[in-house]
Nanobody
Framework: QLQLVESGGGLVQPGGSLRLSCTASGFTLDKYTIGWFRQAPGKEREWVSC????????YYRESVEGRFTISRDNAKNTVYLQMNSLKPEDTAVYYC????????????????WGQGTQVTVSS
């Protein structure tokens, strides 16, 4: 069974940075396309970023473009989400998920999910 564990969340002031980690167990992460998603209270879950397994291409939702960076460390079997210039509207529970599709796919095709990590941006 594919297992993903997120870590690195916390409380940060506006303009600050956090790095989230998504570590896999039971499978080799680089064979899967990995996505980061977030869900704020009272809102629907939304896609944030994705890294494709086929070639490492990365994609971002418009509101985080230029501030967030997704990357993978195959030796550590981990995918990271570096978040800079954080804003209060980035506050949410962040989840990573995996899909066997080699390209970034619609959310419904991600079938293995972590438990989430809370990110709170507040002064």
């Amino acid at each position: 069974q594919l297992q993903l564990v997120e870590s690195g969340g916390g409380l940060v002031q506006p303009g600050g940075s956090l790095r989230l980690s998504c570590t896999a167990s039971g499978f080799t992460l680089d064979k899967y396309t990995i996505g980061w998603f977030r869900q704020a209270p009272g809102k629907e879950r939304e896609w944030v970023s994705c890294i494709a397994s086929i070639d490492g291409s990365t994609y971002y939702r418009e509101s985080v473009e230029g501030r967030f960076t997704i990357s993978r460390d195959n030796a550590k079997n981990t995918v990271y989400l570096q978040m800079n210039s954080l804003k209060p509207e980035d506050t949410a529970v962040y989840y990573c998920a995996a899909t066997g599709f080699t390209l970034c796919a619609p959310t419904r095709l991600f079938d293995s999910w972590g438990q989430g990590t809370q990110v709170t941006v507040s002064s």
